[in-house]
């Protein structure tokens, strides 16, 4: 949040602008280790917005190989494409983080997780409010996953699932 207001940054859980961290780190490969570290040796990177804008999270770590875990997404108000292919060819990521939304938007979660081949288990998908392609694709290519999460919707937009 420092990279949109450097000094009020540790209030801020809103993001207001459409794509505000789209592809920032997109196949940026020196993103290391297990705790997630990122540029700083003790310093986690923290995602603590809880209200997005549309396509802000876009293809954000897409293509970062080396990436093993991914940092918490606390958002529970989503927006049209907020997830989109966030960590899509993650080939390390091995644990993804919770998604404790239940009300989604059109495409919030599509791609999230496309060919992540070392993620090994899904994040538990609570949305009851279903959105147009809101979870389309999100573990296709997932090769190691071993189970597949409840779906706990009893009504279905298109393309949802």
């Not at 494409?81 to 989604?104: H, I, V």
């Not at 997780?113 to 979870?135: I, Q, W």
């Amino acid at each position: 949040m420092s990279l949109i207001n450097s000094t009020n940054f540790k209030k801020l859980t809103r993001l207001e602008d459409n794509y505000t961290f789209a592809y920032l780190f997109n196949d940026y490969n020196d993103i290391v280790n297990s705790e997630n570290i990122i540029f700083h040796p003790k310093k986690k990177l923290v995602l603590p917005a809880t209200t997005l804008a549309d396509g802000c999270y876009t293809a954000m770590f897409s293509g970062c190989t080396s990436l093993t875990n991914a940092p918490e997404l606390p958002a529970t108000t989503l927006a049209d494409g907020c997830y989109t292919a966030m960590f899509s060819d993650c080939t390390s990521l091995s644990s993804a983080p919770e998604l404790p939304a239940t009300t989604l938007a059109d495409g919030c979660y599509a791609e999230m997780f496309l060919r992540c081949t070392a993620l090994t288990h899904a994040p538990k998908l609570p949305a009851t409010t279903l959105a147009d392609s809101c979870y389309y694709y999100m573990f296709k290519g997932c090769t190691s996953l071993t189970s597949a999460p409840e779906l706990p919707a009893t009504t279905l937009a298109n393309y949802c699932y």
